[in-house]
Every structure is written in structure tokens, then in C-alpha cells.
């Protein structure tokens, strides 16, 4: 009887908590916390206003702003009455050097808020510019003009444009009438109004190309393409924060980042610049916006007197050519999505072991057949995170070397949309970067429960008219996520986004809801404390006991239909499609893109369901399963899990590390898999360990070579964190000494002909030998492997030098619910928990939130009691 008591308990504890936060709401915590997956990258940059107003030429006044190298403003120009709100204001980049094709956070305090709802006052935009000026971009050559016709409507006339309005702004006037007007800035007049006088800041790309027509704009950036960022807003504490979309080259070629250029005789990637423009509550010429019926800033931010005010930062980019010089032996690897970024990272200084090393992201079970395929030109060489079957290796001699420490994720793009008595409401239309998950919302989330990811809204189903309209108002998810009690009726995520395909990453994910007794109640048809039950579509599919499934099916094949008679009707997969990759799912996280097709076009040609798009700023809510450092590289921040000892745990470094030892031994030696059952403190549940598995008696002696300095420079240099070409990328978590012990030996046995001899007695003497043993092994470089154990022997090729340790891992425990798959021949390698970080909005909510916090778990306490208690009858 003791767990009802706390179920009951618990059911009153939560009910009380969530009546009492919306009073106690007001003592809320206003700065929003910073991402757990964030790095601290060694070339963040910051910079206070008055800093960048000094730097280009002593802030406000007679030369202060410049436009262009063309067009010099009024020297009588009165001083802009923003300038001492902007005065307080300082803003951060997190990275300016070594960028790709990513995600980067641009933050500031000391601003003035944002108007409430709308972009009216008081915003920053931000843009990305190319230009050689040491002092910065002029505005022609940075990309902007293109929004979306969403957030264009929320801002003023203009400012979300490049054209020019004569008569707004008294700077920028003399550059369109005069003796010093600029034909440039002028449009040619329509045929049917010769005399029509219009303006626009045209944009010159990096190849010479002006462009300033609609139509010339167009070829060069539109609304899909562009990165800028049209308003960020700020909060009633002063502070702000916005991920920005770095373009290389490769994306955007009219900015032409990362091209190779020739500076004083050295051809080095050519720099870029992010520029910041600040919007005050004043417009172009000093009046007030208030002044306006729309109250509302006008005005482009490429006119002189907002581009004054501009902050510019430097970005560094990696260079677009080609890496590797042509003639270089080439070999191709093979491997899973999670060691993907890191390969790429390294490909361009693994070209100095005169090797090209191709990369294919496969399957992980193409790639695991593929290294024992007879097929001739098969990579012998995969990279995986789990062990060959039993019948796949039979006969087969298959090395693993530790490669990568990285994670599972579930990361987000989410904006608060609150109402005005909402307990939070001080963060209506910030960007939400904390967010607590628990098994089982992850299984409602999968398996479509909720009535927003149902075609239809799951109309005429019984069950799912009786669960929670959306994940925002299920009551489990408002008692771990205080901060959106009281958001806005049709507040919901636009499901969760998952790859297609199978995938040990995948199964992974299942394993963690399976291990958890009240999550996988749910997959097995019980009701939550709420009576939420799972989505009928989904019962047959065994998903809380069956070990194998390694996809996420989408099951619900409910068809519907609007108003318009023509409709032929969407289904689950137009409404929640499937991404090709994790990859993919963090970029369009990152854009706000789950590229939903059920509106219905009726002017198409044909009509159909078509996409709306991006989701508008302030209004954003996407979901991603993806791998830690797709997620990385976009700059998106990361839920916490609860874990199997009930903690809230992110993805970070300390907990990917601290993990690794609640690993347990597999049946394959030198590899180790997961354990779903592990409780243990501070380990994040869904962490990977990425192999390099090698057929070695399949390879060539010369593939041999290529995978040997392949391991031994990802287990030396390739460890080494950081943002250059050739170190391990934020998102990984850096080898223990045990591990790289363990690759450099495997490595160096590629190499030793006695090794490979005694490894497979049927192939003939292979090449030439590795270095004596006589060399210590202490003395090799980091990057090349030391002459240690042959394969499979244990001891030196002298029997000088010791067997390397392998990491401590734990026996396997029989309380395992999926022993059996892990050591058959279906494993899972295992996830390496993540350091324990506790959500603590107990203190600023008083009485509610610990009541939130202490219902849910005295409820799951109970349960899992009688869970315990009925499996012992």
C-alpha cells in the first residue's frame, strides 16, 4: 500500500504546485540560462558599443559613420538620441575564427527591452558581410533585405529593407540629391512613372556583381538563403540572445568567406564580418517613433544614420578549397552519423600523412557489412558504435580502436509565447535555452500521443480526444518546465524531428525509454497519472519490450482533409516528415524549418499541400533527436534528460566522461556497450562511443598503412579539442588515456608483419615490419602509433613494454532488460552518461515549484515501487 500513498500524495503535491507557481510566478529569475552544450570557444569576442564606436572613428559626431568610401556624411549631423541608451550595451560573439557553415550565439546586455509583441523599439538586426577595409563592411556589402514576410510585418516601414527614403534620414539624404549623389543608390524609374525618384542600397558582391533591382537582389540572396537576423529581442533585464548562421563560401558565394586570396604574396582564406546595428526608440532623423500611428522604428539600418551605430566583428573563416594536393593515395572509410563531424574535422590534416581519406556516412549495419563483404572495393575500415554480430565476424579477424565520445541529443529552437498574467511572462518572445525531458514525454512525443501530431488532431479517436492537446499542455511537462505554465493555447512543437532509417543511435534512444519503468508503462498501453494513453496506431509494435527496433516509425496513417473540396488529404508523413540524416534535423532546428507540408495550395500548378516555411522569431518551436555535435555546430542548445537515478542531466563534457565508466563489458573484446539498467548519478543516458572497426585479414598491407595512421592521428592530435581543421569539434568529448592507449596499440599492430602473421596464419607475409620495440614507446608523437601489443597477443613484440589497460567497465548486471540483445548479436554500444545538472527554479517560485518538482517524483516513486513489488510475485 505504501506506493499508492505516494502516487496519491504525489497527484496532490502536483496539482498544488501548478496553482500555486501562476501566483508565485513573479519571482521568477528573468536572465534566461546559458546552453549546456555551449563551448567556450578561445576566440569569443566582446565588444562594449562604445569600443566599436571608437574604433571607427571616435563614435558619435562629425566622423563618426561613414556609409561608404563614396559617400561621406554631413559633418553637421546632430549626435543620434539613442546614442546613450546604446552607450550601456556590450555584445558578445561566441566564435569569429575558424568558422564553417554553422551556428554561432551573438548575446549582449545592457539594452533598453523590446516593445512587447512586436519589434517596434528597442531591437538589434545583425548581418553578415564580406569587405577587405581593415575599418570594416560598407552597407552595400552585406547581405540584407530579404525576411520573411511575417517578420517584416512585426517592424516598422523599412527597416527590414535596403531601400532609402528621401527625407528620412538628414546623413544620407546628400547621397541622393546634390552634387554628391550617388547613382548608384538610384532605381531606374517604371515606364509608366518616368519621374518617379527611388531609392535603394544595392549590393555589391564580392566578385564585383551590383545588385539592386528586385530581380538582380533575388539571384543573389532571398528569404530561404539569407542568414540575417531582422530583429532580436531584448528582455526587461537588459540582455539578449540570438544564434547566428555563419556562411562560408559554399553557401553563400556572393560573400565568398573562406576563399582562398592572395595577401602579400600568401594565399590565405579570405575573412568575413558580422556587423550588429542596435535600434533605438528614435527614427532615422531623430524623431521619436511614438510620433508615428504606427509607433514604430522606420528606416534601414543600411541609412547612414543607423549604420553609424553599427558594432563589427571580424570572422575568421576556413578556407573552401580543396585540402588535400592532388596524388595523394587515396582510401575510403565507411561509418555511422555519430563520428561524422569529427572524420571531417580531420580529413584536412590527415592529407599531411599523404593519405586522402574518403568518408562515407552509411547505416550502421551497411557499414559493419561492408568490412566483411567479399565485394571488391569495400572499405575494410568502419566506423561504428557497436560490435559485429556474432555471425558476421565469425571466421573474421575485426580489431576496435576508440575513436569518439559523443551523445545523443535532443536539442531545440523554442521561443516563449506567454500570456500576460503567465508566471514567466517577463520572457514572452525570448528564445527558451532550458529544457528538462523525461522518458516518458520522449515516448508520447514518438509515438505521435499527443493530438497536435495526429493528422486532424487525431478527430474521431477516442483515446487520443481524451489526451493532452500538445506536449506544452501536459501537465508532466509543465511540472519539470515551469517557465511555459501559462503559454498560449496553440503553443506547440512541431513534433519531435527524427532521421530516417535504422540506426544503433536510434536504438539507443528506445533502450533509454525502455529502462525506464514508467516510460515504457506507457509504450505498453498503461495511462499516465493524467490518463494519457499512447497513440492506438502504435500498440502492436511491441516498443516496450521489443530490443530490436533501431528506427521511429510513424505508424498513425490517419488521412485529412480541410474545407476545400478538391483536398486529396495529408497524412503523418507530410505533416512530420522524416529528416535524411541527424544533420539535417539540427539545421532545420537551427532555421525553424520542420518543413511541415498541410497547408493546401489551391493555385498551385498542381494544387497540393505545400510548406509555409520557417516558423516566425517569437514564435518558434522545434524538436530534433540529432547527434551532440550537429547540435554544436549550430549553436542549439540541448535538453536535459532525467537519467535512470532521476536527474535532469545535460549533455555536458564532465557528464560525457563521468559516464564512461558506468560502461559494462561486451561479449567482444575491447568493446564495450551500454547498460540501460545503470542508475548511477550524473550520467547523461544517451551518450555514444564511436569505434574504428578493422577486418584485418581482409585488408590490403597498404590499407593496412592508411588505417593505422587513420587511429593513431584520431587517437593523438584528433583528440585535442578546439575550432581549427584537424582538432575534435565542440560536441565530442576527448578520449581517456585508457581508450587512446587502446587505439595507438591497434594501430601500431597494423603495422607489425609478427602481429598480423599471428592474427591471420592463412594470408601471406604482408609488408614491412613496424619499428623495433627497442624504440620506447613513450618517445612516439601523438599523432603516430607506438610499438605496442601484436594483435590479439597481449604482449610486445619484445615483451618489453606492458599490456595497456583497458578501461574499467562495469560486469554485466542482471537486472539488464536488454542484456540479451546487447550481448547477442544485435548490440548497442553503450552511452556515456553525462554530468548531472539538477533544474533548480525551486528557490525563485517559492512553494510551487518544489511541489512541481516533489509530485512527479513521488508519483514515478510509487510506481516504480509497485513495478518492483509485481515483479518479485
Not at 496539482?15 to 508565485?24: D, E, L, R
Not at 556562411?247 to 579570405?270: D, F, H, K, Y
Not at 554544436?632 to 559516464?659: D, H, I, M, Q, S
Not at 590479439?792 to 574499467?808: F, M, W
Amino acid at each position: 500500500m505504501k506506493n499508492q500513498h505516494l502516487v496519491r500524495l504525489g497527484s496532490a503535491a502536483l496539482a498544488f504546485g501548478i496553482v500555486t507557481t501562476t501566483v508565485a510566478g513573479s519571482l521568477l529569475m528573468v536572465t534566461a540560462p546559458a546552453s549546456a552544450t555551449a563551448p567556450t570557444d578561445s576566440s569569443a569576442m566582446t565588444l562594449t558599443w562604445k569600443d566599436a564606436q571608437a574604433a571607427l572613428g571616435g563614435g558619435q559626431g562629425p566622423d563618426a559613420g561613414t556609409p561608404d568610401p563614396d559617400a561621406t556624411p554631413d559633418p553637421d549631423a546632430a549626435p543620434d538620441p539613442d546614442a546613450d541608451a546604446f552607450s550601456k550595451m556590450t555584445f558578445t560573439v561566441s566564435q569569429t575564427k575558424d568558422l564553417t557553415d554553422q551556428g554561432i550565439t551573438v548575446s549582449w546586455t545592457g539594452a533598453e527591452a523590446t516593445s512587447p509583441s512586436e519589434y517596434a523599439t528597442d531591437y538589434v538586426q545583425i548581418m553578415q558581410c564580406w569587405g577587405d577595409d581593415p575599418a570594416g563592411p560598407s552597407p552595400q556589402q552585406c547581405v540584407w533585405g530579404a525576411p520573411s514576410a511575417a517578420v517584416s510585418a512585426r517592424t516598422g516601414v523599412g527597416a527590414a529593407k535596403r531601400d532609402l527614403v528621401r527625407g528620412d534620414d538628414p546623413v544620407q539624404d546628400m547621397t541622393l540629391v546634390g552634387e554628391r549623389a550617388d547613382a548608384d543608390l538610384m532605381l531606374e524609374p517604371p515606364v509608366e512613372n518616368p519621374f518617379l525618384k527611388a531609392y535603394r542600397m544595392p549590393f555589391r558582391a564580392v566578385d564585383g556583381t551590383l545588385a539592386k533591382t528586385s530581380t538582380e537582389l533575388s539571384k543573389q540572396f532571398d528569404a530561404n538563403t539569407s542568414n540575417e537576423v531582422t530583429a532580436g529581442r531584448t528582455a526587461s533585464d537588459g540582455t539578449g540572445q540570438v544564434t547566428f548562421e555563419t556562411q562560408s563560401a559554399l553557401e553563400a558565394p556572393q560573400l565568398g568567406c573562406g576563399q582562398e586570396v592572395v595577401v602579400a604574396g600568401t594565399s590565405t582564406p579570405r575573412s568575413c564580418w558580422l556587423v550588429v546595428v542596435p535600434r533605438g526608440s528614435h527614427n532615422l532623423d531623430g524623431s521619436a517613433a511614438d510620433s508615428t500611428a504606427a509607433g514604430r522604428v522606420t528606416g534601414s539600418p543600411l541609412s547612414a544614420s543607423a549604420w553609424r551605430n553599427r558594432v563589427v566583428f571580424p570572422l575568421g573563416f576556413q578556407s573552401v578549397a580543396q585540402s588535400c594536393p592532388i596524388g595523394n593515395a587515396e582510401e575510403r572509410l565507411v561509418g555511422s552519423e555519430t563520428a561524422t563531424e569529427a572524420v571531417t574535422a580531420w580529413q584536412p590534416a590527415l592529407c599531411g600523412l599523404g593519405t586522402t581519406y574518403g568518408f562515407s556516412q552509411i547505416g550502421d549495419g551497411e557499414a559493419a557489412n561492408q568490412i566483411v563483404s567479399d565485394v571488391a572495393g569495400s572499405s575494410r575500415l568502419a566506423l561504428v558504435t557497436s560490435p559485429l554480430a556474432e555471425t558476421a565476424a565469425a571466421g573474421k579477424t575485426i580489431r576496435y580502436a576508440p575513436v569518439a565520445q559523443s551523445a545523443v541529443v535532443i536539442a531545440f529552437t523554442i521561443d516563449y509565447r506567454l500570456y500576460p498574467d503567465a508566471p514567466a511572462k517577463v520572457r514572452d518572445g525570448l528564445q527558451a535555452l532550458d529544457l528538462t525531458l523525461d522518458a516518458r514525454l520522449v515516448a508520447k512525443l514518438l509515438t505521435q500521443s499527443y493530438q497536435a501530431d495526429v493528422p486532424g488532431r487525431g478527430s474521431g479517436n477516442t483515446v487520443l480526444q481524451a489526451n493532452a492537446a500538445s506536449l506544452v499542455t501536459d501537465p508532466e511537462f509543465l511540472a519539470l518546465n515551469p517557465t511555459f505554465v501559462g503559454s498560449k493555447s496553440d503553443t506547440a512543437p512541431a513534433g519531435l524531428m527524427v532521421a530516417l532509417g535504422n540506426a544503433d543511435a536510434n536504438a539507443r534512444v528506445w533502450s533509454w525509454l525502455r529502462s525506464d519503468p514508467v516510460a515504457a508503462a506507457f509504450l505498453d498501453g498503461r495511462p499516465d497519472e493524467w490518463g494519457m494513453r499512447i497513440n492506438p496506431a502504435y500498440r502492436s509494435l511491441a516498443l516496450a519490450t521489443d530490443p530490436s527496433v533501431d528506427s521511429f516509425p510513424k505508424a498513425d496513417l490517419t488521412i485529412a482533409k480541410g474545407g476545400d473540396p478538391d483536398e486529396t488529404g495529408y497524412g503523418t508523413l507530410d505533416m512530420r516528415p522524416y529528416m535524411n540524416d541527424m544533420h539535417e534535423g539540427a539545421y532545420r532546428a537551427l532555421k525553424a524549418d520542420p518543413n511541415e507540408k498541410d497547408s493546401w495550395n489551391p493555385f498551385g500548378q498542381p494544387k497540393g499541400y505545400t510548406s509555409l516555411g520557417a516558423q516566425v522569431p517569437g514564435s518558434r518551436f522545434v524538436l530534433t533527436i540529432t547527434d551532440a555535435a550537429s547540435a554544436a555546430r549550430y549553436g542549439l542548445p540541448t535538453a536535459k534528460l532525467v537519467n535512470g537515478a532521476g536527474e535532469a542531466v545535460a549533455p555536458t563534457a564532465e557528464t560525457v566522461a563521468a559516464g564512461v565508466g558506468t560502461m559494462r563489458a561486451s561479449t567482444v573484446p575491447g568493446v564495450v556497450v551500454a547498460d540501460p539498467a545503470d542508475r548511477t548519478p550524473g550520467a547523461y543516458p544517451l551518450s555514444m562511443l564511436s569505434y574504428a572497426a578493422v577486418n584485418v585479414c581482409a585488408a590490403t598491407p597498404e590499407e593496412r598503412r592508411a588505417y593505422s595512421g587513420f587511429i593513431a592521428y584520431a587517437a593523438g592530435k584528433g583528440q585535442v579539442q578546439g575550432e581549427r581543421q584537424g582538432e575534435l569539434p565542440a560536441g565530442y568529448v576527448p578520449l581517456p588515456a585508457a581508450m587512446t592507449t587502446q587505439s595507438k596499440t591497434v594501430a601500431t599492430d597494423l603495422l607489425d608483419a609478427r602481429a598480423v602473421a599471428a592474427a591471420c596464419p592463412a594470408a601471406s607475409a604482408p609488408e614491412p615490419t613496424a619499428p623495433e620495440a627497442d624504440v620506447p614507446a613513450a618517445s612516439a608523437p601523438d599523432d603516430q602509433p607506438a610499438p605496442l601489443d601484436p594483435v590479439g597477443t597481449g604482449t610486445t613484440s619484445t615483451d618489453t613494454v606492458a599490456t595497456p589497460e583497458v578501461p574499467a567497465v562495469q560486469k554485466p548486471s542482471s537486472n539488464d532488460v536488454d542484456q540479451a540483445a546487447a550481448d547477442g548479436a544485435d548490440h548497442r554500444t553503450t552511452d556515456q552518461p553525462l554530468a548531472a545538472t539538477r533544474m533548480g527554479l525551486a528557490a525563485a517560485l517559492g512553494a510551487g515549484v518544489p511541489a512541481l518538482g516533489i509530485g512527479p517524483f513521488l508519483i514515478r516513486r510509487g510506481r516504480r515501487l509497485a513495478m518492483l513489488a509485481a515483479a518479485h510475485v
